[in-house]
T-cell receptor, first 115, second 115 residues
Framework: KQEVTQIPAALSVPEGENLVLNCSFT??????LQWFRQDPGKGLTSLLL?????REQTSGRLNASLDKSSGRSTLYIAASQPGDSATYLC??????????????FGTGTRLKVLA | GAVVSQHPSRVICKSGTSVKIECRSL??????MFWYRQFPKKSLMLMAT?????????EQGVEKDKFLINHASLTLSTLTVTSAHPEDSSFYIC???????????FGPGTRLTVL
């Protein structure tokens, strides 16, 4: 059974710092991995999607890497801003012979960027 | 980009009543939709997978008679919480998988409060 863990659970940093959020998964047979952002009381905003054949994806100040063999993904946020404060979730799409492609979510990292 | 909507965004109801939540893919056809539940400060837990024109597949521990799911068309899935009780209060989020692609697009969520 796939399990997804995110470390740290919470993080508080001063504005301008570069930071790394970690996501680990127990079964390397994944279809893809997606990083999301969730603001308090809100839904999910997709940040980056990495296919299983890819090593990384970049969007603006965000860079996500994937190492399937070791069961790890990292989300790198450059020059953090107070507006980056949110909960970040990673979700793993396991390989599926039934074609359902359901996601399994990590526990989340609550990020607070101090002005 | 692909957009998924949910209606209503918030609902407050009395204990014992039934509540219907709609999930729509606005600009694409979704053969598969997923329903998630999120408890306060927790990650998302998959409740069920719904495929257009067939019965939903429920995750272990989810009461199918309590949470009725209907996926009547390629753009609409509904979740009905029957005889709601205060413990059903939660944030419900749907996602839709675009046909042929493996990326899921998430709705903004519905906050259900049962008094």
């Amino acid at each position: 059974k796939q399990e997804v863990t995110q470390i740290p659970a919470a993080l508080s940093v001063p504005e301008g710092e570069n930071l790394v959020l970690n996501c680990s998964f127990t079964d390397s047979a994944i279809y893809n991995l997606q990083w999301f952002r969730q603001d308090p009381g809100k839904g999910l905003t997709s940040l980056l999607l990495i296919q299983s054949s890819q090593r990384e994806q970049t969007s603006g100040r965000l860079n996500a890497s994937l190492d399937k063999s070791s069961g790890r993904s990292t989300l790198y946020i450059a020059a953090s801003q107070p507006g980056d404060s949110a909960t970040y979730l990673c979700a793993v799409g396991p390989q599926s012979t039934s074609g359902t492609y359901k996601y399994i979510f990590g526990t989340g990292t609550r990020l607070k960027v101090l002005a | 980009g692909a957009v998924v909507s949910q209606h209503p965004s918030r609902v407050i109801c009395k204990s014992g009543t039934s509540v219907k939540i709609e999930c729509r893919s606005l600009d694409f056809q979704a053969t598969t939709m997923f329903w998630y539940r999120q408890f306060p400060k927790k990650s998302l837990m998959l409740m069920a997978t719904s495929n257009e024109g067939s019965k939903a597949t429920y995750e272990q521990g989810v009461e199918k008679d309590k949470f009725l799911i209907n996926h009547a068309s390629l753009t609409l899935s509904t979740l009905t919480v029957t005889s709601a009780h205060p413990e059903d209060s939660s944030f419900y989020i749907c996602s839709a998988r675009r046909f042929v692609y493996n990326e899921q697009f998430f709705g903004p969520g519905t906050r259900l409060t049962v008094l």
